[in-house]
């Protein structure tokens, strides 16, 4: 079976585990972790970064730390990750689902006007699928504008760039997942990053029982445990040196589907041409999917379906569409060109096979 995900640990995550191990540290987060913030720090160019236990708690520690409250209206959008969504519901937020659009799959922006109560709404929540996005710049003007805050779910979103800025930065918080799909992994694992150091110091201490630092009882807020481990940070840090080599792995595995791909009519690409992209998932969209799938399976190719909507509604006409037809194919950092052929012939092959030309 060619997998769909793996993950690409290595004997640097090895040894650098082992030589921590040996070293007498306290395993908690301490002096690795903070290293770790610097690297993603100065490779994302935010002021701020922060980690946390995951990238689902990120996000309502993100909610928190701008307090947001119980009751609070957020804008999501229909087609993401299920852990956009209970973030916010975890909390109390109400969610006010928004649709996508069908060149990026990521918050459909044109009327969102619409979608805003004046002193309810508190917040959008502007999640990039696939490391895409729409026009951020223009989005974090109408949050201004509108008094909302804007917190960019980049969880898919890790090394890509929009308008020369780091995915995560344009909103007031941005938030990353390090699980184990994702380009690059601590296992479990989620980070913060923010310009602003008043966001940053509450950020600290929500996912510190509410405290600045440790072995005292001075809590000044509500807070939780959410910290990191210095065993997750140097795996982290030997994935942030191999984090530019996946980049360009990962264009180049896009590249090599779509050449192939593009001559098949039955498949729908998204094509997405901004420099700054790093494609995590290769999607394609078509009809009649579970045969498809089941077609790939007898074939040892191991697949995804894109995710469900987040409500079902005649509205939410796009991310229907998509959502219904979207399969994610094999594109771990092991996958060879070789099997890149292979899948993109067999699905020649299939599409040949049940929609012959007339
Ligand atoms: C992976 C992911 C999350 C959740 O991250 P975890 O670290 O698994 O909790 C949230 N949002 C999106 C868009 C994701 O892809």
């Not at 951020?136 to 020369?164: H, K, P, V």
């Amino acid at each position: 079976m060619i997998p769909h995900t793996k993950p690409s640990f290595g004997k640097e995550e090895a040894e650098a585990c082992y030589d921590y191990m040996i070293s007498g540290n306290y395993v908690t987060e301490f002096k690795y972790t903070k290293q770790f913030e610097r690297m993603i720090e100065e490779f994302t160019g935010a002021k701020h970064c922060i980690v946390v236990n995951n990238g689902t708690i990120s996000l309502t520690i993100a909610f928190l730390a701008l307090d947001l409250q119980p009751g609070d209206e957020i804008i999501i959008p229909n087609l993401t990750m299920v852990a956009s969504l209970n973030a916010a519901t975890l909390i109390g937020l109400k969610p006010i689902f928004v649709d996508v659009t069908s060149s990026t799959l990521t918050l459909d922006t044109s009327d969102l006007q619409k979608f805003i109560t004046p002193g309810k709404t508190k917040a959008v929540l502007h999640v990039s699928l696939n490391g895409k996005c729409g026009n951020l710049n223009e989005l974090r003007e109408f949050c201004d504008l509108n008094n909302l805050y804007l917190i960019e779910d980049a969880a898919q979103s890790f090394g890509s760039f929009y308008d020369n800025k780091h995915l995560g930065t344009i909103g007031h918080i941005g938030s990353f997942s390090f699980s184990i799909p994702k380009i690059i992994s601590t296992g479990q694992g989620g980070a913060l990053i923010t310009n602003d150091d008043e966001i940053a110091d509450k950020i600290r201490k929500i996912k510190n029982f509410g405290r600045a630092g440790g072995g005292d009882h001075n809590y000044e807020m509500f807070g939780i445990n959410a910290k990191f481990t210095d065993i997750q940070a140097v795996i982290g840090i030997e994935q942030m040196k191999k984090l530019p080599e996946r980049i360009k792995r990962k264009k180049e595995i896009w590249k090599l589907y779509l050449d192939e791909l593009n001559t098949i009519d039955e498949i729908e690409i998204l094509n997405y041409t901004d420099d700054g992209w790093v494609p995590w998932v290769i999607d394609i969209y078509t009809e009649n999917r579970d045969d498809l799938l089941k077609y790939l399976k007898e074939k040892g190719i191991d697949t995804r379906e894109q995710y469900p909507v987040l409500r079902q509604l005649e509205k939410f006409s796009v991310s229907e569409y998509y959502s219904s037809r979207g399969v994610w194919l094999p594109a771990t950092m092991e996958i060879t060109n070789d099997e890149i052929k292979y899948i993109c012939n067999c699905l020649e092959k299939y599409f040949c096979e049940h929609f012959p030309q007339v």
